[in-house]
């Protein structure tokens, strides 16, 4: 039997806020609303009141008191424990976070801004089905009474690795009311099954499925192998009169001009394998700089001893790998929107400076009274 793992490490904001809300997937992929809460997002449990604020955060921060593996999920009929009686509801939605079970706003609720019904999962009793009872005392009529399960059990869970979800089997074990026929037996309780989708005829505005399925891609003639000959570079002439008249035939035959080596072009660089690839690569490149260093500083002493000569080429080492980094950052960094930038910034200072030099060079004085020229200024004895 596959152990179901948890992961480690405290929910990052991405995930409680889609746990918060909620899911209507009914099975289970995975456990991480079993993983501890940041600090800031704990509340005291001693609180004053027992009843359930769907506003308020959550409660359930010890990730022991949370379900592993629900047996309520969404599509299931359940009944709520108390002054309800037997009304029977839908399951709409889980909150694996809180153990709170979300059910749709009733038809009579006309408010835009209705809640959804929540209760805690341990209010909810699961629906199994009408049964028949016997009669009461005076009457030979039986009966058909709603039975609901007051105890649960299951089999083992089992990890499905073609649909990626855990898988069990549920039953009860205890019902209400108690069917003595069943004393001592396992009723099993069927998992909801999801309602088929249902697809609308098409319109004008889809495709057709004659036109979804027609090849409309050619392969080239010519032979992918590597050991093939590559096939021959047309002239521009060539190349520019087989792709304006498409309708005589080209200087490429039957074959569309394509790229022979695409697998390089199209795969993605970003893929593990490249990545780990790169980074080996790099580790070789370092090992052996570090070792041309070594050898080049061991070459020439120059009175020094062996433990001061490979100090001296750890440190070249260091200060060539940060020049490095940082001119492969600075390089990043600059990219074609920040050369745009700067090339619009420099011309707005050249204009600026341009625009001050020639008001500069238009600038003329208007003559006037009680002006004085320096040179024809007279020292003062």
């Not at 801004?113 to 030979?140: K, R, V």
Request: one cysteine or more; hydrophobic letters at 30%; glycine letters at 4%.
């Amino acid at each position: 039997m596959t152990t179901a793992v948890v992961p480690k490490g405290p929910l990052t904001s991405f995930l409680y806020n889609k746990l918060r809300e909620g899911t209507r997937i009914p099975w289970t992929t995975n456990f991480n609303h079993l993983r501890k809460l940041p600090r800031h997002l704990r509340v005291n449990k001693n609180s004053q009141s027992d009843s359930f604020d769907p506003t308020k955060r959550d409660t359930t921060h010890v990730p022991k008191e949370r379900i592993k593996f629900w047996n309520i999920v969404p599509g299931d009929r359940v009944r709520i424990r108390g002054r309800y009686g037997n009304k029977l509801r839908d399951v709409w939605k889980i909150r694996r976070l809180e153990n709170i079970v979300e059910f749709p706003v009733p038809e009579s609720n006309t408010s835009p801004d209705a809640e959804n019904p929540a209760y805690s999962y341990a209010s909810c009793q699961l629906y199994i089905g009408e049964y028949d009872f016997p009669p009461l005392p005076g009457s030979t009529q039986p009966r058909k009474l709603p039975v609901f399960a007051e105890r649960l059990s299951t089999t083992p869970p089992v990890w499905n690795s073609r649909l990626h979800r855990w898988q069990w089997e549920r039953f009860a074990t205890r019902t209400t009311p108690f069917m003595p026929h069943f004393k001592g037996q396992k009723i099993p309780i069927p998992w909801p099954k999801p309602a088929r989708r249902v697809l609308e005829p098409a319109g004008m505005y889809d495709t057709g499925k004659q036109e979804v399925t027609r090849v409309t891609y050619v392969p080239p003639s010519f032979s992918h192998k590597l050991s093939a000959p590559l096939p021959r570079v047309p002239t521009e002439d060539e190349y520019i009169a087989g792709m304006s008249h498409p309708t005589q035939r080209p200087w490429f035959g039957d074959s569309p001009p394509v790229e022979t080596f695409l697998h390089r072009e199209l795969s993605n660089p970003h893929s593990r394998a490249k990545k780990m690839k790169r980074w080996q690569s790099h580790r070789v490149y370092t090992k052996s700089l570090l070792r041309d260093y070594t050898a080049a500083e061991m070459r020439e002493l120059n009175g020094r001893s062996t433990k001061e000569a490979k100090a001296e080429a750890l440190f070249k080492w260091r200060q060539k790998l940060t020049a490095e980094e940082e001119a492969e950052r600075r390089r990043r960094w600059f990219t074609l929107a920040v050369a745009e930038k700067a090339k619009k910034k420099q011309a707005r200072k050249t204009r600026r400076e341009q625009k001050r030099r020639d008001q500069l060079t238009r600038l003329s004085l208007v003559e006037g009274p009680n002006q004085v020229i320096p040179g024809d200024v007279q020292p003062s004895r």
